[in-house]
C-alpha cells in the first residue's frame, strides 16, 4: 500500500450565500463566522481545511453541531461545490471532474452510507443492496449475487425478501453499509452513519465496521459528533470548530498532548483508562534486561492493564507486537497517564 493519501485536501473554503466569491477575501485576511454573518449576510461553511487521508485507512471528522464536518464530506463527491481549494483523489483533482468523470466517481469509485438510511421503501432488502450495481446496468443474477454475499456478511442473511419497514433500524443501517460494499467502490464515505441508533445498537455497528474494515481495508471517512465512537474507529482524527481544523493527528496522541483549549475541554470526560493504548505510554526497551510481572500487547487499553496488575504501582509490564518486545510499561506511569493533560503551551497562546 502506497504512502501517499489516497485522497488529499488543499486550502479548502466553503462560504454560502450570494457572492461567496466576493466574501472569500475577507475570510482569507481572518473575519470571523459570526462577522462574516453580521456584516455580510454569508455563512463561512469551511476554513483553509487541509487534510491528507491514506488509503486503506479511517479517517473520522468530528465536531458539534454546525463546526463544518457534514459539509466537508460533502465536498468529496462535489455534493456541494467549494468556494476554493483542491480535493485530490487517487492524484486526480475532483474540482475538475466533467459530469462523465463525476458521475463515474460516484457510481464506481466513492459509496455513501447516510444518517436516515436512505433506503427505498419499495424494493426488497436484496434490491436496496444491489442498486448501485443496478445503476451500474449489472445483471440482475450478478448483482444479486453479489448483494446476498454482503448482506450475509453483515449479518441479515434470510432477510433478502424482506422490505426496510419490517427491519429495526440497526437492521436498516446493516442494508446501507450491505448497498456500499455491494458497490466494490474503494473509498466510503459515512455521514453520521449511526447517530440515530440506540447506544448497545450502535456500540454493535462500531464493531462490525471495525472487523469489516480489518478485512476489506477501505479508504473509510467517518463523520460524528461522539468523541467515544471517533477514538473508536479513527486511525486518523480530524477536529472542526467553527468551520476550522483546530486539532488532527493519531487520536492517542491527540488524547495526550491537546494544542487548544477547546480540545482539552472536548476529551476531559473521557474514561481515559478504556481508551489509551499501551503503546501510547510505553517507554523504550532498556539497554539491560528487567523484571516484569508479564507481557501485555500494545493495542491493549490501560484498563486491562491496570486490571492485570490488581492495583499494584510498582510492577512492570513487556509490551510485546507479535510476539516482539516493543516497549516497557511501569505502573506508575500508567498512573500519570491517566491525569487529564491540559493544552500545550503554543496551543494556549494561539487560543488567546
Do not use: C
Request: charged share 25%; aromatic share 4%.
Amino acid at each position: 500500500m502506497s504512502d501517499d493519501p489516497q485522497i488529499r485536501i488543499r486550502g479548502l473554503y466553503k462560504i454560502f450565500g450570494s457572492q461567496p466569491g466576493k466574501m472569500l477575501e475577507h475570510v482569507r485576511n481572518g473575519m470571523t463566522k459570526s462577522e462574516l454573518l453580521a456584516e455580510h449576510g454569508h455563512v463561512l461553511g469551511l476554513r483553509d481545511i487541509n487534510i491528507d487521508m491514506r488509503g486503506g485507512k479511517t479517517t473520522v471528522v468530528m465536531g458539534l453541531s454546525g463546526s463544518g464536518k457534514s459539509t466537508l464530506i460533502r465536498h468529496l463527491n462535489r455534493l456541494i461545490e467549494p468556494t476554493a481549494g483542491e480535493i485530490i483523489v487517487d492524484g486526480e483533482d475532483v474540482m475538475k471532474m466533467g459530469p462523465g468523470a463525476l458521475r463515474t466517481l460516484r457510481q464506481t469509485r466513492m459509496s455513501m452510507v447516510f444518517q436516515k438510511f436512505a433506503l427505498l421503501p419499495h424494493r426488497t432488502v436484496l434490491d436496496n443492496a444491489a442498486t448501485a450495481l443496478a445503476i451500474r446496468g449489472v445483471s440482475e443474477a450478478e448483482r444479486h449475487e453479489e448483494a446476498r454475499k454482503w448482506l450475509a456478511r453483515v449479518g441479515l442473511d434470510g432477510f433478502e425478501q424482506s422490505y426496510p419497514h419490517q427491519l429495526s433500524g440497526g437492521m436498516q443501517q446493516r442494508v446501507g453499509i450491505a448497498r456500499a460494499l455491494t458497490s466494490n467502490s474503494g473509498i466510503m464515505l459515512m455521514d453520521e452513519a449511526f447517530s440515530a441508533l440506540d447506544p448497545l445498537i450502535r456500540t454493535d455497528m462500531q464493531n462490525l465496521l471495525l472487523e469489516l474494515q480489518d478485512e476489506l481495508h477501505k479508504t473509510i471517512v467517518f463523520i460524528t459528533h461522539d468523541l467515544d465512537e471517533a477514538l473508536k474507529l479513527a486511525d486518523h482524527l480530524v477536529i472542526l470548530k467553527d468551520g476550522e481544523i483546530v486539532q488532527q493527528g493519531e487520536p492517542q496522541h491527540i488524547l495526550m498532548e491537546p494544542n487548544d483549549p477547546y480540545i482539552v475541554d472536548f476529551i476531559s470526560d473521557i474514561n481515559r483508562a478504556r481508551v489509551l493504548r499501551a503503546r501510547t505510554v510505553m517507554t523504550a526497551v532498556p539497554d539491560t534486561p528487567g523484571i516484569y510481572a508479564g507481557d501485555v500487547e500494545a493495542e491493549a487499553t490501560l484498563e486491562s492493564v491496570i486490571s492485570r496488575a490488581e492495583g499494584r504501582t510498582d510492577l512492570s509490564f513487556r509490551v510485546v507486537r507479535d510476539g516482539a518486545q516493543v516497549g516497557v510499561l511501569p505502573m506508575s506511569d500508567v498512573v500519570l497517564a491517566l491525569v487529564p493533560t491540559g493544552a500545550s503551551e503554543e496551543g494556549a497562546m494561539r487560543a488567546s
